[in-house]
């Protein structure tokens, strides 16, 4: 007779994903929808990376044209219409997502208006405009904004005055998330997996347990922090690259984990412990902060990881958004001329 106890025996049988899910809501990181639905999580997160991958995709050629159709129908100068369709592409594909999960979406402002908070505003309101248009109350979207000063201050406006939830992303710094906290936005999404890769490309280490990640320690630092001092922003780690940080980040708030990296948890059947808590994070020694721009700027120019990271995500996002305007033209080209 086995000397284990049933409730061991239990969590042997059960994959780690839904232990997971018992301590942290789980998200997809993914644009391509069809691969989400096996693995059941509450919400989902796109970026113009992840569009650009599914937009390449024959499964989702007909999203492309739709949103085609609709940037050629309300017209304007070609600059106009491309970013007519973009912004439908975008709408598109949450749509298409928020089919799949019963929680929301979160939908990418371009990173070219990074540092012009106005722009960020307006682009943000004219995706939830679209969302409304097909019946989608704003409550299940995330507006994701870069976590520029100017995209914080978006984020600040867009909550208090219209209402739309954000979630900030390309965040690495501790700066960032005390400026989130105190702009009361509904969501940060602090990388993991590109601070480590920092890390790795600028330090001596080439490896960490996940315990010592620096990605680990910075989500974990900051979901104390904002426990802690009882901020209603929630923490939602992102960008992992292997499930030994998603298990050593379990009890964060979300998780926004890619789909191979779900196929992995689910398949795994390690036991899960809670990692993160309030009651543990009311116990930590961090002093509460204050930031305003000054101080947001220094502080965050301190962090030399920080400032390459957010400059570098700023950069990546926009050549993608790039790539899928250049596809964009030409195929609006290639329907005008009847081909």
């Not at 979207?141 to 978006?154: C, H, M, N, P, R």
């Not at 501790?174 to 480590?196: D, H, Y």
Request: glycine fraction near 6%.
């Amino acid at each position: 007779m086995s000397s284990e106890s049933p409730d061991k025996r239990r969590k042997m049988s059960e994959s780690a994903l839904s232990q997971l899910k018992k301590h942290t809501v789980v998200v997809a990181d993914t644009g391509d929808f069809n691969a989400i639905e096996e693995y059941k999580p509450q919400d989902a997160t796109t970026n113009p990376s992840l569009i650009l991958a599914a937009a390449k995709m024959p499964a989702y050629q007909h999203l492309l044209d739709q949103a085609i159709k609709y940037g050629i129908a309300n017209g304007g100068t070609e600059e106009e219409q491309v970013a007519n369709t973009m912004d439908k592409l975008f709408v598109s594909f949450g749509l298409e997502i928020l089919k799949k999960v019963p929680g929301r979406v979160s939908t990418e402002v371009d990173a070219r208006l990074s540092f012009d908070k106005d722009e960020m505003v307006a682009k943000a309101l004219k995706l939830i405009g679209l969302y409304k248009e097909a019946g989608i109350n704003k409550e299940r979207v995330l507006i994701k904004l870069s976590s520029t000063w100017e995209g914080i201050q978006a984020g600040k406006e867009l909550e208090e005055k219209h209402g739309v939830h954000c979630n900030m992303t390309l965040l690495f710094s501790f700066a960032q998330a005390v400026a989130c906290a105190e702009a009361n936005v509904t969501l940060i999404s602090p990388f993991v997996g590109r601070i480590l890769d920092w890390y790795k490309e600028n330090t001596d280490r080439k490896s960490y347990e996940p315990h010592e990640d620096p990605g680990v320690l910075s989500v974990t630092k900051i979901y104390n922090y904002y426990k802690k001092f009882g901020y209603s922003t929630v923490v939602m780690g992102a960008s992992f690259r292997n499930t030994g940080q998603v298990k050593a980040l379990a009890g964060c708030d979300l998780l926004t984990i890619s789909p191979g990296l779900l196929g992995e948890l689910s398949q795994d059947h390690s036991t899960i412990e809670e990692m993160l808590n309030v009651e543990k994070a009311k116990d930590c020694d961090l002093e509460k902060v204050h930031l305003d721009e000054k101080a947001f700027r220094w502080e965050h120019n301190e962090d030399r990881m920080a400032v390459e990271k957010l400059s570098d995500g700023i950069r990546k996002f926009a050549a993608d958004a790039i790539k899928l305007e250049t596809m964009i033209k030409e195929k609006i080209l290639s329907v005008k001329n009847g081909q």
